[in-house]
């Protein structure tokens, strides 16, 4: 068992280096359509509607977002899917915070997985972020960390198939990225996403640096605006218990799917839907 604290290193699977910049691995998850990091997709937009900015999680990349980028610009939203560099929340949420306020206008933030943490941090005090939308993703309140959440109630088999890789950069800095090795990753990861989709994706997965998943949140946007949260009920990543107990804390919108914690890949339709919600929620409210 690879343990999450103290990972060992071993023989990396998947025969990829460690990630150490914010640049997107290209087609981890093709479907139809594309979302470039950091680029506004606003051809089909109507005025008035508010720009979704979506946020991946670790072990994937923007393009994870393709689904449900094509159905939310089918139905006139403007949408940007960041590049997350996955070095830790407070880096993480600097980097998010630099596409926000290059985005003109109301907001809606979706975070997926760790993104969760990272939206959590980014949107505090950005009064254009109008609402939050957290998918199969953390929710944590200041001085909670990743693995802490995970490791609150049981169900989470990530830290079995995990892989680590030790890295140094030209400074002198040292890490450990962690991957998910290939042949466990549809099981663990995306269970309900065609093989081929998914043994794609785990070739060109990016890596989270594991002293992310240590880092404490020091800030929390969704106890100050209004929450929407999509629980996976068949999730290995974070235990549906987990999911449930942030939901209930943010006291969000919730909705239940019976997906794995690739939902954003299997339902993009039930994603786009819970974000327009939040759209439109948002907006009447205001």
């Not at 680029?39 to 999680?57: K, N």
Request: proline fraction near 7%; hydrophobic fraction near 40%.
């Amino acid at each position: 068992m690879v343990s999450i604290k103290g990972v060992c290193t071993r023989r990396l699977v998947t025969g990829v280096l460690p990630a150490v910049t914010a640049g997107v691995a290209l087609g981890a998850f093709s479907l139809a359509g594309s979302a470039s990091g950091a680029q506004q997709e606003a051809a089909t937009s109507r005025p008035g509607q508010p720009t979704i900015v979506l946020e991946h999680g670790a072990f994937a990349d923007a393009s994870s977002w393709n689904g449900v980028v094509g159905e939310l610009r089918r139905d006139g939203y403007p949408v940007v899917a960041a590049a997350n560099p996955l070095r830790g929340p407070a880096y993480d949420a600097a980097a998010l915070r630099g596409v926000l306020d290059h985005v003109k206008g109301p907001k809606i933030v979706v975070g997926h997985s760790y993104g969760g943490n990272v939206i959590s941090a980014a949107a505090t005090d950005d009064p254009q972020v109008k609402a939050l939308v957290y998918v199969a993703a953390f929710l944590p309140a200041p001085g909670e960390s990743a693995l802490e959440l995970t490791d609150k109630y049981p169900g989470s088999t990530l830290s079995d198939t995990l892989d680590p890789v030790p890295y140094t950069l030209p400074d002198g800095t040292t890490g450990t990225d962690l991957y998910i090795q290939q042949d466990k990753y549809r099981h663990q990861f995306a269970a309900d996403v065609p093989r081929a989709t998914a043994d794609l994706a785990a070739a060109t997965q990016r890596p989270v640096a594991q002293a992310a998943l240590e880092e404490k949140a020091t800030s929390a946007a969704w106890k100050h605006k209004p929450v929407w949260d999509i629980v996976t009920t068949q999730d290995l990543n974070i235990p549906p218990a987990v999911q449930r107990y942030m939901a209930r804390r943010a006291h969000a919108h919730t909705t239940e799917v019976a997906a794995s914690h690739a939902v954003a890949v299997s339902h993009p339709h039930r994603v786009a839907d819970v974000i327009e919600q939040a759209a439109t929620g948002s907006v009447t409210a205001s």
